[in-house]
């Protein structure tokens, strides 16, 4: 289902799991722009009109629960008959491979996450809404070490009535209460016993109970009585192994009453500095080890049901009905020991049924072959002809591979030559390739080449080599292209060249020199040369004016074009007479442009004028005829009278084109 769009809003983006009832795929949420886990009700369940009112009712319950522990489900929907649940995404791993990862937890831990699973299950508890389904896989471990508990999609509400649960899954049985495994009412309690394995599994790094098959394994929960932690495991303190058993107690009324209790009693030696000393005040001490016999666990399921029934009506309580109760009483007593018997004789019969067929009909165990190296159609056909069950017996994962060929198998668990029991605990696992991991190549023109290079070599995993060029269009630092181009596919870790830009490429040019020149004069010489005019000096005016008797770089050096000029201009100044006033102003550099709209020819005529402010008098200050209009926009030098304001004005041709009070 990969790149599926399901409600044209949550895209597929993987699968990641693959349970009994559902697959579960990793998402992108394109409206919120979020990651979310999809999961989508396998095609078997998709007809069952029943099944799927359950499922929708079902997942909207758990959608109620809002808790740091609890996987938050999001949104249930359907699409072209695909029925899906969106939950939170949680980057991790499950709590079983926590443990097998770690064999066994430090019993601090295993106490700090029990009580954390517990918090999470209190919520759910107090809504009325038991999960029925608590084992190590269904919990999930953030990289932060935070469980959180998920699949609450076979949960029920424990007001709509009488709850049972047919154990059918070989990884639910190991940790289902004894009047799960049985067919009978389900509560909390059952949810405490399951926790109270989980627990077990976490401190040992064993199950409590183990066999061939899920029959043999239900009937250990029923009469066998589970090992203490601590004899399999050295330093778990003794209130922990009462805690754990006390939880996993035969009886209902031998556990926890509720979860809140097994909380408390947990705080207990989490904070206590000296856990053999701890006094875990929840336990009933006289029957923590007890193992209830068949006919107990069978009678309170009795009286559990009945307290489902609807009361009958009320009979007044006369002097006169006291012989008839008399009468009555020894009857009840007399129907009840009776179905407590066929109650007896029918479990155990069953019991004895289950056992036979087991004999008779015992698994058959085949020898596995070598199917790595193998095409996977062929590996399924020859699998179905030795009667595996491909959905149950078989698990099969893919992953990106650059040495095998895709949809061959890369490797297999068991090995080669290896027993296996049809319909038992181990499945066959196989991992098959996808081909070599593919990865676009993005466009990368115009892009800034350091930003370019980390994408293609830290996102896309590829091995980027780097070539500058020269550009007349592409700024320097800018990407100009890749090879392969944009938008070709490439395998991951394959190399690719990114071309960049050094700017348009310049040449060596000789200084012209300028010395002597005005201006106007060493512009133009500049110009030619493909140089550009720098700063001018004296720095401490504006302008400049007379002839330049220095420039930098030096006239005959070679530099790259565009390379501009400085200019130092020398300061002349007068000697007037004795009846010679002398004039003092401030060089103004002005520019003039031409306006757009009008046809000035090839040249035109140029004149500035001064008009002083205050007395109206207006003289010119330039006169230049026959300027190219390609010399626009044109520098001005004039000199502005430091005595009073005055008003510049600019003509080309007679028109008005600047103005400007100094």
Request: net charge negative; aromatic share 8%; hydrophobic share 35%.
């Amino acid at each position: 289902m990969t790149g599926t769009v399901l409600g044209n809003r949550y895209e597929i983006l993987s699968e990641i799991g693959n349970g009994g009832m559902a697959r579960v795929y990793r998402a992108k949420d394109r409206y919120l722009q979020r990651i979310v886990a999809i999961k989508v009700l396998k095609d078997e369940f998709r007809e069952d009109s029943e099944f799927l009112k359950r499922f929708d009712t079902e997942a909207q319950a758990a959608a109620s629960l809002t808790h740091p522990n609890i996987v938050q489900i999001y949104d249930v929907g359907r699409d072209n008959n695909r029925y899906y649940i969106v939950m939170e995404y949680v980057d991790g791993i499950t709590l079983k491979e926590y443990i097998a990862n770690k064999g066994s937890l430090d019993w601090r831990e295993a106490v700090d996450i029990s009580i954390q699973i517990c918090s999470a299950l209190s919520k759910a508890h107090n809504r009325n809404i038991v999960h029925r389904d608590i084992k190590p896989n269904n919990i999930l471990m953030t990289s932060d070490g935070v469980p959180k508990v998920a699949d609450f999609g076979i949960a029920r509400s424990t007001s709509n009535g009488t709850e049972t649960m047919t154990i059918d899954t070989i990884g639910s049985v190991h940790y289902s209460s004894p009047e799960q495994v049985r067919g009978g009412y389900i509560d909390a309690q059952s949810d405490i016993y399951s926790i109270g394995v989980t627990m077990f599994e976490m401190v040992t790094g064993e199950l409590p109970f183990d066999g061939e098959t899920p029959v043999a394994v239900a009937l250990k929960h029923i009469q066998d009585i589970p090992p203490v932690p601590s004899s399999i495991k050295k330093g778990i303190p003794r209130a922990l192994d009462d805690i754990i058993l006390t939880a996993m107690a035969k009886s209902r009324q031998d556990r926890y009453a509720s979860v809140a209790e097994l909380i408390n009693d947990l705080e207990n030696i989490r904070f206590n500095q000296s856990p053999s000393e701890i006094v875990v005040p929840n336990i009933k001490h006289d029957t923590k080890y007890d193992t209830r016999k068949i006919e107990k666990p069978l009678e309170e399921d009795l009286i559990m049901s009945s307290k489902q029934q609807k009361p009958t009506k009320k009979k007044n309580r006369e002097t006169g009905e006291g012989s008839s109760r008399k009468f009555v009483m020894p009857v009840i007593y007399i129907l009840l020991i009776a179905t407590i018997l066929g109650s007896m004789y029918y479990f155990v019969k069953m019991i004895i049924s289950n056992i036979t067929e087991d004999f008779s009909n015992a698994p058959k165990e085949i020898t596995l072959g070598n199917y790595v190296n193998r095409h996977i159609d062929d590996v399924k056909r020859e699998l179905e002809a030795n009667g595996l069950d491909l959905a149950k017996d078989v698990e099969i994962t893919y992953q990106p591979s650059d040495t095998v060929a895709e949809y061959y198998v890369i490797d297999q668990t068991p090995t080669p030559d290896s027993p296996m029991k049809l319909g038992g605990y181990t499945r066959l696992r196989l991992v098959v390739s996808q081909g070599a991991e593919m990865v676009n190549i993005p466009n990368v023109a115009w892009q800034d080449h350091t930003t370019m290079y980390f994408r293609l070599k830290d996102e896309l995993g590829l091995e980027v080599e780097e070539v500058p060029e020269y550009h007349d269009e592409i700024a320097s630092g800018m990407c100009i292209r890749t090879d392969p181009e944009y938008p070709n596919q490439v395998k991951k870790g394959s190399r690719v060249t990114l071309y960049w830009s050094l700017g348009p490429k310049k040449e060596q040019v000789i200084v012209p020199n300028v010395v002597g020149d005005t201006y106007d004069v060493a512009l133009r010489k500049l110009t030619d040369a493909k140089l550009k005019v720098g700063e001018t000096f004296p720095a401490d005016r504006e302008g400049h004016q007379g002839v330049i008797e220095k420039q930098s770089p030096a006239a005959g050096e070679t530099v790259d074009e565009d390379t501009p000029v400085a200019l130092f201009f020398k300061v002349e100044t007068e000697e007037p007479g004795d009846d010679t006033p002398i004039v003092e102003g401030v060089n103004k550099t002005i520019t003039i442009s031409l306006p757009a709209g009008y046809d000035f020819g090839e040249s035109v005529r140029l004149r500035v004028y001064i008009a002083n402010n205050r007395t109206g008098d207006e003289t010119i200050a330039k006169d230049m005829s026959d300027i190219p209009v390609t010399d626009f926009p044109k520098s001005v030098v004039i000199t502005i009278p430091i005595e009073g304001q005055v008003t510049v004005r600019g003509f080309v041709n007679d028109l008005l084109v600047y103005e400007n009070v100094f």
